[in-house]
């Protein structure tokens, strides 16, 4: 392929090396609406490293950056930060290509690696150990499901910089190498939906690991993740966001997620919504045929009420509804009340199905499930109505009482 793509130069020894996907759109389930990078880097010390590799189809672009700063046969040592194919995708072909000496990973690393790929010989490395790359040290930190059982951070002492694989990151294709060059509102936005989307689940572990990293005493100036920016600037602040996210303290904020067949349940949704606003809470109304699973996710990332409804199809919720309630379930959000709610035709299964998905996230459900016949009238309407404003009042409460 040439030289075409250029390596980046991160600090004194590290150059950024990885790939842009201008195009994804979709990240096993995620939109990723701006895209994504892929992001691998070379520490150019006695022991030439190369840490994390990229996906499959991104492999030219990997060896043309690299070729730009060194031949990649030269290469001695690799680690594998992570092993999910966005990162260890090209690792095989990259490892008969290259011909290192070594390839390291964490304990748990050594094992998806060889499930995965069949790549063994692959040598473990565990929390605290280092590995001295003859000029420069590695040191490594375990982070067991944050968000693979073998996910690893990955510090290089002299450039005070922190190899971060997911954490920190963001699905976002830019020409631009640091954050501190992108628009903020940019970042808070796609680094929130990049941790709704893909941390959520593991919060309680993130809360730890943000006490290990202060209790390890790391002296971090650059943090650089797999996917996005890297961060040189506001490194705590983005910790402190990954902390905030993590507590999932709830906020006076509800979001009233609907599909509607002719448009009854939509009624509903929308009479509900005044209850809410009229009880004193902050709204988001989403349509799930017009909006997507990981917006929803987004939006529940500050939330304290999740009110969903839909109408009966053949005796069931209706798909797009079973579709996000799936998704955030296995997100895991805490803290939530909530109530559920439908129009129907005939038998009108779907209200009752919902509270029940409702009830399988542990969102306190402040009524049972509202369910409406055919169109609602007035005092169906009335009857929503009230509904949100409960909503509201159960909300300020949980508020007030943290
Ligand atoms: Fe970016 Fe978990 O892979």
């Not at 195009?23 to 895209?35: A, E, L, M, P, V």
């Not at 693979?148 to 294709?173: I, N």
């Not at 987004?298 to 309630?325: C, H, K, Q, R, W």
Request: glycine letters at 6%.
């Amino acid at each position: 392929m040439g030289n075409v793509y250029k390596a980046v130069k991160v600090s004194e020894h590290v150059y950024w090396v990885g790939a842009i996907d201008w195009g994804i759109r979709d990240f096993h389930g995620y939109t990723t609406k701006h895209g994504s990078t892929y992001n691998a880097y070379l520490i150019l010390a006695d022991k030439i490293t190369l840490i994390d590799t990229v996906r499959a189809p991104f492999r030219e672009e990997l060896l043309s950056r690299i070729a730009s700063v060194v031949n990649p046969k030269d290469i001695e040592y690799i680690v594998s930060d992570h092993a999910e194919m966005d990162h260890s995708g090209s690792l095989s072909r990259i490892i008969e290509e290259v011909k290192p000496e070594k390839v390291f990973a964490s304990v748990m690393g050594t094992k998806a690696l060889k499930e995965h790929f069949g790549l063994g010989g692959i040598l473990p490395l565990k929390s605290a150990d280092t590995l001295s790359l003859g000029n420069l040290e590695l040191t490594f930190m375990e982070t067991r499901m944050l968000h693979w059982p073998d996910s690893m951070f990955s510090y290089l002492k002299e450039d005070r910089l922190l190899f971060s694989q997911d954490a920190f990151g963001m699905h976002l294709a830019s020409a631009e190498r640091f954050a501190d060059t992108i628009d903020t509102a940019v970042l808070d936005y796609e680094a929130a939906t990049y941790y709704a989307n893909i941390l959520m689940p593991y919060s309680p572990q993130i809360l730890k690991l943000l006490e290990d990293v202060k209790k390890s005493g790391l002296d971090i100036r650059i943090v650089a993740p797999d996917h996005g920016p890297l961060w040189r600037r506001k490194i705590n602040a983005i910790m402190e966001s990954y902390a905030q996210w993590a507590r999932q303290s709830p906020s006076n904020k509800a979001i009233v997620l609907y599909d509607t067949m002719w448009h009854s349940t939509e009624l509903m949704a929308r009479a509900i919504e005044e209850g809410l606003v009229a009880g004193g809470a902050r709204v988001k109304v989403m349509s799930m045929h017009s909006s997507h699973r990981s917006d929803a996710a987004y939006e529940i990332l500050d939330a304290g009420a999740l009110v969903a409804g839909s109408p009966t199809l053949n005796n069931n919720i209706f798909p797009t509804m079973a579709d996000v309630l799936t998704y955030l379930k296995g997100l895991r959000p805490q803290n939530l009340i909530g109530a559920a709610f439908g129009s129907y035709g005939w038998s009108g299964e779907s209200p009752q199905q919902i509270g029940d998905m409702l009830a399988e996230m542990k969102v306190n459900q402040v009524a049972e499930p509202l369910k409406v016949k055919y169109v609602p009238d007035g005092d169906d309407l009335k009857r929503c109505v009230v509904l949100g404003r409960n909503v509201a009042k159960k909300l300020k409460e949980v508020v007030k009482h943290g």
